[in-house]
C-alpha cells in the first residue's frame, strides 16, 4: 500500500515502496487554473504527467496509484487525448515503408491514405470518428476504390489500438462491389492494338493468353523463368503460393518472348528504359490510358479484365476446373467461381438441343388408359 502525504508547498508525495519503482517518488500536486489534482512520477526514464481527473483527494490518490501500476504493466487505463487521423497517419506511412509488408499492401496503404487525407475525418481525433461519420464518406471512382480508403482507416485504427492511443475502433460497412463484367474480348484486342504503343500492345496479348496478373507476374517476369522448349512460363512470386506455377504459352506469345529474349539467357523480359529496372504500373498505365480513349472503350474496361477474359474463355472450353484453378493460381474453388461468366451461346445452344425435332417419346406425364 503506497503512503502519501502533504508537502509545504501545497502539492501531495506518494511515496512507494522500493519494490515497484526502486524508490522513485510520484507527486501529486495542485495547478492554480485547474480544479483537478495532478500527477508527475518517471518511470524507467520516461516522465509522466497529467491530470487524474478527480478533485477530491483520496479519489485522486486512487487514480494516482493505478496510472503508476498500468505504467509499469505496459497498459495506461487512464484517458489520453488520442491524436488526429492525420497526425496518426505520419506514424502509420513509415510504419508502411519500414515494415514487412508485400510491395502491393504498401501502395494499396498509401492509396488508401491519399483517398481518406482531402475527408473531414481526416482532421478528427480518433475517439471521436463514429460509424455514422465514416459512412457518410464519399470517394471518387469505383466502390473498390472507395474500400480501399475505408481498409486502410480500418489498418489505421488496429494499430492504434495496438498501441493503446484508442480503446474503441468503430464498426463501419464496406462499400458494396460487383465483380468486374467486362472481358478484354477479340473486339477490344482489335480495337486497342490499332491504337496502343509497345510495350502496350504486346502485354494485352501475353494478358489474355497466359491470364498473368500484370504487376505481381507479367511485369516482373524474367528470362531465365521462360522454357521454350517446354512451352510454359514458371511464376516464382505471385499474391498467394498457389500463384507458383507453371503456365502453358499460346503460338502468339511464344512469339513475342522470342523475340524479347533474343540473345539473352537471364533478366527482365519487360525491360525498363532505366537500366537493370523492369517496366513499372504507372508507365503501362499511361499507355492504357491513352490507347482505351483512343479505341472508344469504356472507363470500366481495365487492363486487368484481360485475365478475367483468359479464365472464362479457359473455363468454358475446357470444363475442367482443375486445370483452370491451376492456370489461374488460384487455391480456392470461391476465387475460381469470380470468372465464370454467364456465357450466353452455351445456354442458346442447349436450349436449342432441347427443342430438335426427335422422335416421340412416351409421356410419362400423360395418365394411363
Not at 499511361?286 to 474496361?301: F, I
Amino acid at each position: 500500500m503506497s503512503l502519501f502525504r502533504s508537502d509545504p508547498c501545497g502539492g501531495t508525495h506518494e511515496l512507494l515502496p522500493c519494490g515497484l519503482l526502486g524508490g522513485d517518488l510520484v507527486k501529486l500536486f495542485r495547478k492554480n487554473y485547474s480544479k483537478y489534482y495532478w500527477y508527475d512520477f518517471t518511470v524507467r526514464g520516461e516522465r509522466y504527467r497529467g491530470s487524474t481527473k478527480e478533485t477530491n483527494e483520496t479519489r485522486a490518490q486512487k487514480a494516482a496509484a493505478l496510472k503508476l501500476a498500468a505504467i509499469i504493466k505496459g497498459s495506461d487505463p487512464l484517458d489520453r487525448k488520442p491524436p488526429t487521423l492525420r497526425e496518426y497517419s505520419k506514424d502509420f506511412l513509415q510504419w508502411v515503408e519500414t515494415g514487412r509488408l508485400e510491395a502491393d499492401s504498401r501502395r494499396y496503404y498509401r492509396n488508401g491514405w491519399r483517398l481518406l487525407e482531402p475527408t473531414k475525418v481526416a482532421g478528427m481525433r480518433m475517439d471521436q470518428i463514429t460509424k455514422d461519420e465514416v459512412e457518410k464518406l464519399e470517394f471518387p471512382g469505383s466502390a473498390s476504390n472507395g474500400n480501399n480508403a475505408l481498409r486502410t482507416l480500418r489498418r489505421m485504427y488496429s494499430r492504434a489500438k495496438e498501441h493503446k492511443m484508442i480503446v474503441e475502433v468503430p464498426e463501419f460497412a464496406l462499400f458494396k462491389e460487383h465483380g468486374r463484367s467486362l472481358r478484354l474480348n477479340d473486339e477490344a484486342e482489335r480495337r486497342l492494338s490499332a491504337v496502343a504503343d509497345q510495350p502496350l500492345k504486346d502485354i494485352i496479348v501475353v494478358m489474355r493468353d497466359t491470364g498473368m496478373r500484370n504487376a505481381r507476374e507479367l511485369y516482373c517476369m524474367r528470362v531465365e523463368n521462360v522454357d521454350f522448349d517446354a512451352g510454359t512460363i514458371f511464376t516464382p512470386d505471385s499474391k498467394t503460393e498457389s500463384g507458383r506455377r507453371f503456365i502453358p504459352m499460346s503460338s502468339r506469345v511464344k512469339q513475342i518472348l522470342e523475340a524479347r529474349c533474343e540473345g539473352r539467357s537471364e533478366g527482365w523480359v519487360w525491360m525498363s528504359r532505366y537500366k537493370g529496372r523492369h517496366i513499372g504500373e504507372g508507365m503501362v498505365y499511361r499507355q492504357w490510358a491513352r490507347a482505351r480513349q483512343a479505341a472508344g472503350l469504356p472507363r470500366e474496361l481495365v487492363l486487368y479484365c484481360a485475365r478475367h477474359d483468359f479464365g472464362s474463355f479457359v473455363l468454358a472450353k475446357t470444363g475442367n476446373l482443375k486445370a483452370f484453378m491451376n492456370a489461374m493460381g488460384h487455391g480456392d474453388v470461391r476465387s475460381a467461381m469470380v470468372y465464370q461468366h454467364p456465357e450466353g451461346e452455351i445456354i442458346r445452344n442447349a436450349l436449342n438441343a432441347r427443342h430438335i425435332a426427335r422422335p416421340t417419346a412416351p409421356d410419362d406425364n400423360q395418365a394411363s388408359a
